[in-house]
């Protein structure tokens, strides 16, 4: 792989216009925005970028956007999310995105039709052993309705082409377990609010909301300066200024908009319907964000 996956990878919500198209120009400023606040990895299309949502041609595009843009600058990892609801969807979009030059894609399992651990080994299976990308195992229980555990994440770590884990679940009981269990045979990298229990126990670093970027970046520079202090107090501040909400709840896609709009002063756009955001999500922030920004 070109670049290696570590330090802070943003995870980018896919800019709309009002009339729901994509909007180059916000995608493009998102990706320098990422950069030039320290991330050294972006992924295209991923959950909060909905994937799901795009038409074929539209996800195509936005990887293309988001990979050029990425080329501008050095040493900057791409990662594209691959996913689809049938393994034979997820392969079409690994290959596309080898194809035009991607470092690695993240993938999680099908997520309409419930899987069994075997369609789930199975679907990693296929994909990683097609060889057209890295593969980056996506852990979203709330989403994909499949539930890893971590002597299931040792099975995965086995399969040739598997080379990272992409955490969202916070629990500290289930990461150590995950942590010994995976043994360092592949690269965890954490979501935002766990990411300093993450990098205690030997984290890659973290896939993270395009929000949380900045604030992602100087807890870990805190935390490879031995300022434990200091990096303790970005995650509790991080973890209030952006409270757990959650794939389940209501007004939470729309919500990762309005914020990723407010923090990088980029208009992102609505959700697709028929998600929305409450009202007042953008005032609610800006009374939480000054906490948050005084200790970075």
């Known amino acids: 792989m070109p670049h290696e996956l570590r330090g802070i990878i943003a995870m980018l919500v896919t800019p709309f216009t009002k009339e729901y198209q994509l909007d180059e120009g916000a995608l493009r400023a998102e990706v320098d925005w990422c950069i030039e606040q320290g991330a050294n990895g972006v992924v295209a299309t991923p959950s909060i970028g909905e994937f799901l949502h795009l038409s074929e041609a539209e996800r195509l595009r936005a990887f293309a956007v988001t990979l050029e843009q990425a080329r501008r600058y050095q040493n900057i990892v791409t990662v594209a999310m691959t996913s689809g609801a049938t393994t034979l969807e997820a392969l079409k979009f690994a290959r596309l995105a080898g194809e035009m030059g991607y470092d690695a894609q993240q993938l999680i399992p099908p997520y309409y039709w419930r899987c069994g651990e075997e369609e789930v080994y199975r679907h990693y299976r296929m994909v990683a052993e097609a060889g057209d990308l890295p593969v980056v195992v996506y852990h979203n229980p709330a989403l994909s309705k499949f539930h890893m555990t971590p002597k299931f994440f040792g099975r995965l770590c086995g399969i040739s082409g598997v080379v990272a884990i992409k955490e969202v679940l916070t629990d500290l009981q289930h990461l150590e377990a995950l942590y010994d269990e995976v043994g360092g045979r592949v690269k965890i990298l954490q979501t935002f609010r766990a990411l300093l229990t993450g990098l205690m126990l030997g984290a890659a670093g973290g896939f993270i909301n395009v929000f949380a970027v900045p604030a992602a970046v100087k807890l870990l520079q805190a935390f490879r300066a031995g300022d434990i202090a ?13 409270p757990r909400g959650g794939e389940e709840t209501l007004g939470h896609l729309g919500t990762t908009k309005v914020t990723a709009s407010v923090v990088t002063g980029i208009d992102m756009g609505p959700a ?24 970075l």
Request: glycine share 0%; net charge positive; hydrophobic share 40%.
């Open 230 to 242: 200091r990096a303790v107090e970005i995650q509790r501040r991080l973890n209030r200024c952006f």
């Open 272 to 295: 697709r319907p028929p998600y929305m955001a409450p009202a007042d999500a953008a005032e609610r922030l800006r009374q939480r964000l000054p906490e948050l920004l005084e200790v």
